[in-house]
């Protein structure tokens, strides 16, 4: 059974909805229709995992704890792959709904993705705004995600992907006002013809 809790949420995503229904179409006809993901990964087979997702977000889970338990076997952890996995394993949980869980796995990947370029640093931050709705949590994701910005080139898909999540994340502060701005700022870049190139890593890296 549903508690209050659980239909402020489903109350939340439904609202929230309604504002950004454009800006998604917009976005998967212009970026990626074949990707719920708000950056598709460079590296192929962590793609199709995202592909996955969509498909079959258990199936995902369960391909992707095996992928993990490989990769944290290493004697030499492989710092890209390994928050690589856990974006992909915060995007399935948050398909199901399982905001703890897609939480725990954003922490854990950030950990390994430390650049503010990082295009999977953005991700995570991105899915970390889908999955967060408590006060303190909320500020905490607004802090990161506004940090990470400032370093994007304007128009680009990092951008954008930040924008929609400060959008989410304004419209759970009550400031519909603000949202609005964000999501329309969102949109409007992603239907400008731009250099919308993701950023390269940086050699400065920018802590959790």
Not at 51 to 59: E, F, G, H, K, P
Not at 82 to 97: G, H, K, M, N, W
Not at 149 to 156: D, E, M, T, Y
């Amino acid at each position: 059974m549903c508690n209050s809790r659980c239909a402020g949420r489903r109350a939340s995503r439904a609202g929230i909805a309604g504002i950004i229904l454009l800006l998604s179409l917009s976005w998967t006809l212009a970026f990626q229709p074949a990707a719920a993901a708000c950056l598709p990964n460079s590296d192929p087979a962590i793609r199709a995992l995202q592909t996955l997702v969509d498909q079959d977000a258990n199936a995902a889970l369960r391909k992707v704890a095996a992928l993990l338990k490989t990769e944290l076997a290493n004697p030499v952890a492989n710092p890209q792959r390994l928050a690589s996995l856990y974006s992909v394993q915060a995007q399935a949980y948050s398909i199901l709904e399982l905001e703890s869980k897609a939480r725990d796995a954003v922490f854990k990947g950030l950990k390994f993705a430390t650049d503010n370029t990082d295009p999977v640093r953005i991700m995570l931050l991105s899915l970390y705004a889908e999955n967060v709705y408590d006060q303190a949590g909320i500020a905490a994701a607004v802090k990161v995600t506004e940090e990470a910005q400032a370093v994007q080139n304007r128009g680009s898909l990092e951008d954008i992907c930040l924008l929609i999540g400060r959008g989410l994340l304004q419209y759970r502060e009550d400031r519909e006002d603000l949202a609005i701005g964000s999501l329309t700022q969102a949109y409007r870049s992603s239907t400008t013809p731009a250099d919308r190139k993701s950023t390269r890593l940086s050699s400065s890296h920018i802590p959790t």
